[in-house]
Every structure is written in structure tokens, then in C-alpha cells.
């Protein structure tokens, strides 16, 4: 079983910010908030999702999408962003940790689909769309979407910034976690985050949760969801997260939950 990465990267970017002057920061901002909502809205339409990993690099699931797919979003995106060049590395692996580094090394080897096109792809990727556009049969994807329980009890007793201080010290150990088991996870906003998570069992899952109760004293809450895209196991995720808290309501307490759409 197999899972697609797809890492987008604006090149050059460095260079480029320093031509906009001393004053360029809120421009900036401006621009990443615009490329990142554009992007989204590219492989949404195409049943991925996509996450900042940071502001110049973005990190897609994009089970199913093919080389074609990927050329027509960089031409979309090139008509809109003339002034940058914005690449695409496509890898696959057993875990989502292998097919970002698949992803890594097709642009490091600069194994390009198209001599003109800024989108990489090693030969097994080329090899397994050359014949096909269909989502191949044995990708899937799984995504955890973690929120804090009783986060507004939380939020009545800290201000804003040591609510925020808190969340990214357990987002640390969170990746931390997660890394070792060959998964990555990105902070969504609020108090949510959402791990790529192929290979973690729901018994891992648990584990994991348990240690940032030890460390961190905050309980976790744990939708889990199993789709064949990303943007499909995203949105199983957050049924699951979702069915939680409604079971809480009813008095019945789970951390976790699953919701398998295969």
C-alpha cells in the first residue's frame, strides 16, 4: 500500500523578496496567504489537500494525480504568479515519510517530466503514469485530525499568546512522535493538527496521545480517517473528530475514533 507527495516549492524565493525593498513584509504575507489559497483551490478540485510545511514550501497529498495533472496546475499557477517560477516534486512510498523523501530526491536529481516544466517525478512515479491516469489501486490515505479536549476551559484561564506558547511546544513533541513512525503532521490552525499517517496503528495513536497527557497535561481528541485521496481522507477524518465530540455530548467518552472509506 502506497501513498503520493507532491512538495511545492517557490524557487528563488529569497532572492525575489529583497527586490520588493525594506518594506516588504505585509506584501509578503499578502502574497503567501494568496498562493497558498490559490494552490489549495488547484488540488482541492482534484481531490488532494494541501499544507503549509513552511511559507515558501507547501506539502500536497496527491494520490491520483498524474503528471498531466501536475503540469496543468503549474501552468495554472505560473499564469498567475508570472514574476516566480513554483516547482512540484512527486513521490510515492510505503509511508508518507518515504514519499516526501522520494519527492526530496526526484528534484534533487532533477528528474523532470518536461525539460520546460518545473514538475519532477522519479522513473517509478513516470513509470506508473505512463500507462494510466487512474489512481492506482493500492494508494490510500490516513489522516488523524487531532483537536484539544475542552479546549475552551483552556482558553478561559490563559491569554492568546500562552494558549499559542503551549500549542506549539505540544506541536514540537507532536512531530517528534510522529517522525519516528515514519508519519508527518502539520498544524491546521486553532488547537487542530493533522497527521499523514499511513502506517500508524490506532493502537500507536493512542500511545502517542497518552505521552503528550504525561508531558504536556493536555488530552487529545483523535478523528481518524481512511480514503483512497487525501482530500477524502481529510474529510473522514474530521466525520470521526466530528462523532466524538457528539458522543461526548451523549455522555460517552472516546479519544479516538475511526471512520474507513475504503
Request: charged fraction near 20%.
Given at each position: 500500500m502506497t501513498i503520493q507527495i507532491t512538495i511545492i516549492k517557490?524557487?528563488?524565493?529569497?532572492?525575489?523578496t529583497l527586490k520588493l525593498g525594506s518594506d516588504r513584509e505585509g506584501?509578503?504575507?499578502?502574497?503567501?496567504?494568496?498562493?497558498?489559497?490559490?494552490l489549495q483551490k488547484m488540488f482541492s478540485e482534484r481531490d488532494a489537500i494541501v499544507y503549509f510545511n513552511r511559507f515558501d514550501e507547501l506539502i500536497?497529498?496527491?494520490?491520483?494525480?498524474?503528471?498531466?495533472?501536475?503540469?496543468?496546475?503549474e501552468r495554472e499557477i505560473s499564469d498567475v504568479y508570472k514574476e516566480l517560477n513554483i516547482s512540484m516534486s512527486i513521490g510515492i512510498g510505503t509511508t508518507p515519510f518515504e514519499a516526501n523523501v522520494a519527492?526530496?530526491?526526484?528534484?534533487?536529481?532533477?528528474?523532470?517530466?518536461?525539460?520546460s516544466k518545473l514538475v519532477y517525478a522519479d522513473n517509478e512515479v513516470q513509470s506508473l503514469y505512463s500507462n494510466s491516469k487512474e489512481l492506482p489501486k493500492d494508494m490510500f490515505t490516513q489522516i488523524l485530525h487531532?483537536?484539544?479536549?475542552?479546549?475552551?476551559?483552556?482558553?478561559?484561564?490563559q491569554s492568546p499568546y500562552e494558549i499559542t506558547s503551549?500549542?506549539?511546544?505540544?506541536?514540537?513533541?507532536?512531530?517528534?512522535l510522529f517522525v519516528e513512525q515514519k508519519a508527518m503532521i502539520f498544524f491546521v490552525g486553532g488547537d487542530n493538527f493533522m497527521a499523514i499517517?499511513?502506517?500508524?496503528?490506532?493502537?500507536?495513536?493512542?500511545?502517542?496521545?497518552g505521552k503528550i497527557y504525561e508531558t504536556e497535561n493536555i488530552k487529545l481528541n483523535c478523528g481518524m480517517g481512511i480514503a483512497r485521496t487525501g482530500r477524502k481522507a481529510v474529510q473522514a477524518a474530521t466525520e470521526a473528530l466530528d462523532t466524538i465530540r457528539n458522543l461526548r455530548d451523549q455522555g460517552i467518552i472516546s479519544p479516538i475514533f475511526e471512520v474507513d472509506w475504503i
Open positions: 517557490i524557487e528563488g524565493y529569497g532572492p525575489w506584501q509578503l504575507q499578502i502574497f503567501q496567504a494568496n498562493l497558498y489559497s490559490d500536497a497529498i496527491s494520490n491520483g494525480l498524474s503528471l498531466e495533472d501536475h503540469l496543468s496546475i519527492a526530496y530526491h526526484s528534484r534533487k536529481n532533477n528528474k523532470l517530466v518536461v525539460k487531532l483537536d484539544v479536549d475542552n479546549s475552551t476551559k483552556v482558553s478561559n484561564l503551549r500549542i506549539m511546544k505540544m506541536f514540537a513533541n507532536l512531530i517528534e499517517s499511513n502506517t500508524v496503528s490506532k493502537e500507536k495513536t493512542l500511545e502517542i496521545i
